[in-house]
């Protein structure tokens, strides 16, 4: 009897570890969406969210975070600030995680885990990497780092190793391109010259560059206006680049030695691809 009693109490000791329920973090909804509208997150055990979107949330100690959690969120970008830690593997220092979430889907952040040899051993971001996907499609929602650096051999992040990354302000170059007809200057405060080499007419004014989230293409916008006049706040938050800007091209191929434009406007220009060889000073 004793025996038996035993036994039931582990069988229920068992079961009741099988069904613990994920720690409930609430909602977070900054955009006071509907309720309906809320995207539901569920994060896998032994990843601790240090920051959301730059908050620090308490979610507990690194140590604690032994279940899986849930959280609705508004939809839209969000950034998280994790730590991975199983007892065992566990990350340096905290990585950043950046996720798209659509309104009313279902998403999990997971952990994928580097070589299975590695033990007891303190790890980078690049053994434990962290990915947000959709629950049902398993579509990645993560913003890929390696393509937001240059590191990426696609063309878009070509483009922004190449011909963006020089012209931001901790670099703080100018980026020169030029073919047999045309000087376009990419300067570090977001404004450019356009050059005719043969007429020499010169225009000037702010550019832009807008990708989807995935990197799967790029635009580049040149609104030609008089920067004295405008400001860079100006152009950024009360410009449609989209319909006002004058030149708008996509990026389509891209090296070190050179880019290739395909037009979309001017109309005069349209569908036209054009190539540039590349130089900063």
């Given at each position: 009897m004793k025996h038996f009693v035993g036994i039931l109490f582990f069988c229920l000791i068992f079961t009741s570890c099988l069904s613990v329920p994920p720690i409930d973090r609430g909602v977070v909804n900054n955009a006071k969406v509907e309720e309906s509208d809320l995207a539901i997150l569920n994060i896998?055990?032994?990843?601790?969210?240090?920051?959301?979107?730059?908050?620090?949330?308490?979610?507990?100690?690194?140590?604690?975070?032994?279940?899986?959690?849930i959280v609705k969120l508004n939809?839209?970008?969000?950034?998280?600030?994790?730590?991975?830690?199983?007892?065992?593997?566990?990350?340096?220092?905290?990585?950043?995680?950046?996720?798209?979430?659509?309104k009313g889907q279902s998403?999990?952040?997971?952990?994928?885990?580097?070589?299975?040899?590695?033990?007891?051993a303190m790890v980078g971001p690049l053994s434990v990497n962290i990915r947000i996907e959709n629950s049902v499609t398993?579509?990645?929602?993560?913003?890929?780092?390696?393509?937001?650096?240059?590191?990426?051999?696609?063309?878009?992040?070509?483009?922004?190793k190449y011909v963006l990354n020089p012209t931001m302000k901790e670099n703080n170059k100018s980026v020169r391109l030029e073919n047999d007809t045309?000087?376009?200057?990419?300067?570090?405060?977001?404004?450019?010259?356009q050059?005719?080499?043969?007429?020499?007419f010169v225009?000037?004014?702010?550019?832009?560059?807008?990708?989807?989230?995935?990197?799967?293409?790029?635009?580049?916008?040149?609104?030609?206006?008089?920067?004295s006049k405008i400001t860079k706040d100006e152009f950024l938050n009360k410009i449609d680049c989209n319909n006002e800007a004058q030149t708008k091209f996509?990026?389509?191929?891209?090296?070190?030695?050179?880019?290739?434009?395909?037009?979309?406007?001017?109309?005069?220009?349209?569908?036209?691809?054009?190539?540039?060889?590349i130089s900063q000073f």
């Open positions: 896998e055990e032994n990843i601790y969210i240090k920051r959301l979107n730059e908050k620090d949330m308490g979610w507990g100690k690194v140590s604690q975070i032994k279940r899986s959690q939809p839209g970008v969000h950034t998280f600030t994790v730590i991975y830690n199983d007892g065992e593997l566990y990350t340096k220092s905290p990585m950043t995680v950046i996720g798209k979430l659509e998403y999990v952040m997971k952990a994928m885990v580097g070589p299975l040899s590695v033990k007891k398993e579509e990645n929602a993560t913003l890929n780092m390696q393509l937001l650096r240059g590191s990426d051999i696609g063309v878009v992040s070509s483009y922004i045309t000087i376009i200057i990419y300067k570090p405060d977001m404004t450019y010259t050059q005719n080499k043969q007429t020499g225009v000037s004014g702010y550019k832009g560059f807008v990708t989807d989230f995935l990197f799967k293409e790029g635009t580049v916008y040149l609104y030609e206006t008089d920067v996509i990026p389509i191929k891209c090296s070190e030695k050179s880019v290739t434009y395909k037009y979309v406007k001017p109309e005069s220009m349209k569908d036209k691809e054009v190539t540039f060889n």
